[in-house]
T-cell receptor, first 108, second 116 residues
């Protein structure tokens, strides 16, 4: 069974900082990996999906990388804004298990 | 693409009562997942369907929980004899699992259950 770990559990940064969120998984036999954000009391919104054949995927200020062999993915957020404050979750597909996420707070 | 719909959005019930939630996935999506989420935790996998077949059920799911997807479209999750520990957000997600394993999850807004 896939085990997903996200580090750090919580992160607080001033507006404008670049930051990196980490996701590790135990079973590298995945097809792709999806990053989500979740606002309090809401469902999950998909941010990026990286296919196993890709190493990176970009959307606006977000960049996600995937290293299947080491069981790691990172989500890079450039020039963070208060509106980025949310919980960020990753899920390797095929198993669709989640870690506890990283709770991000961006202070104005 | 009308998105994944969940009904109701909120449910308050008394301990011992039965509750049923409904999820309408994106049409043509063949997979449907149910998750439970408590405050500060990530979504906890409960069960999933491929079309109408229930392919996996978490061992954390007691026999008070049952899910169905009778025609491979909408799904229901029933909790019998609710307990206060069942209070949580129940999330539904759907996907189109294609050849090669490519799959992208889409989530509904969830049903918030409060057991008094």
């Amino acid at each position: 069974k896939q085990e997903v770990t996200q580090i750090p559990a919580a992160l607080s940064v001033p507006e404008g900082e670049n930051l990196v969120l980490n996701c590790s998984f135990t079973d590298s036999a995945i097809y792709n990996l999806q990053w989500f954000r979740q606002d309090p009391g809401k469902g999950l919104t998909s941010l990026l999906l990286i296919q196993s054949s890709q190493r990176e995927q970009t959307s606006g200020r977000l960049n996600a990388s995937l290293d299947k062999s080491s069981g790691r993915s990172t989500l890079y957020i450039a020039a963070s804004q208060p509106g980025d404050s949310a919980t960020y979750l990753c899920a390797p597909t095929g198993d669709m298990r989640f870690g506890a996420g990283t709770r991000l707070t961006v202070k104005p | 693409d009308t998105g994944v719909s969940q009904d109701p959005r909120h449910k308050i019930t008394k301990r011992g009562q039965n509750v049923t939630f409904r999820c309408d996935p994106i049409s043509e999506h063949n997979r449907l997942y149910w998750y439970r989420q408590t405050l500060g935790q990530g979504p906890e996998f409960l069960t999933y369907f491929q079309n109408e077949a229930q392919l996996e059920k978490s061992r954390l799911l007691s026999d008070r929980f049952s899910a169905e997807r009778p025609k491979g479209s909408f799904s229901t999750l029933e909790i019998q004899r609710t307990e206060q520990g069942d209070s949580a957000m129940y999330l539904c997600a759907s996907s189109l699992r294609g050849t090669g394993g490519k799959e992208k999850l889409f989530f509904g807004s969830g049903t918030q259950l409060s057991v008094l």
